[in-house]
T-cell receptor
């Protein structure tokens, strides 16, 4: 079944560690996104990609980096984790949107809850 | 993209219709209205979208006023599992404006027994 997968689901890690949050989708979507959300707060776009080798920063400044070497894979990396990075990270994907009107629906992963201690 | 205004929170009794309003008075002619919901910090889920005609699917109905300055999402028979934050988003569908969605604060809907 076509879906979008995020791992790990939960991560508790010490300050200064390098971490990579994985996101993969099997829908062949060309567009992928990372959002950050603190408990009870808004979703904020931190990175997006419209295709392989294309990445852009979102509205909310983030110390994380992303890469898009394969269509289906969009990992997020923090070189040196800090307590201020504690949050939920949600990955999403969408198709180019065809048809009249296009669904243009986003599909979200289950998220990674990151805690930096 | 046009700005949207939604009530912060709403209550609805189980089994009754939940009517969630959204104001988008600055919407332009080529902008669609999208609704998503987020259940307890899960990833948001697409519900429905429309341009100017009313739309219905297995999840909900979307009523857009004739002047398109506001819309209402209707959950016809709300259940406890419909408790969630509901986001109304107005978007164009072209590469010039990008494809990322701005979710805003949404409406927190509580369905009570």
């Amino acid at each position: 079944e076509a879906d979008i997968y995020q791992t790990p689901r939960y991560l508790v890690i010490g300050t200064g560690k390098k971490i990579t949050l994985e996101c993969s989708q099997t829908m062949g979507h060309d567009k992928m996104y990372w959002y950050q959300q603190d408990p009870g707060m808004e979703l904020h776009l931190i990175h997006y990609s419209y295709g392989v080798n294309s990445t852009e920063k979102g509205d909310l400044s983030s110390e994380s980096t992303v890469s898009r070497i394969r269509t289906e894979h969009f990992p997020l990396t923090l070189e040196s984790a800090r307590p201020s990075h504690t949050s939920q990270y949600l990955c999403a994907s969408s198709a180019s949107g065809t048809g009249t009107p296009p669904n243009y629906g986003y599909t979200f992963g289950s998220g990674t809850r990151l805690t930096v201690v | 993209d046009a700005k949207t205004t939604q009530p912060t929170s709403m209550d609805c009794a189980e089994g009754r219709a939940a009517n969630l309003p959204c104001n988008h008075s600055t919407i332009s002619g080529n902008e669609y209205v999208y609704w998503y919901r987020q259940i307890h910090s899960q990833g948001p889920q697409y519900i429905i979208h429309g341009l100017k005609n009313n739309e219905t699917n297995e999840m909900a109905s979307l009523i857009i006023t004739e002047d398109r300055k506001s819309s209402t999402l209707i959950l016809p028979h709300a259940t406890l599992r419909d408790t969630a934050v509901y986001y109304c988003i107005v978007r164009t569908l072209n590469s010039n404006s990008g494809y990322a969605l701005n979710f805003g604060k949404g409406t927190s809907l509580l369905v009570t027994p």
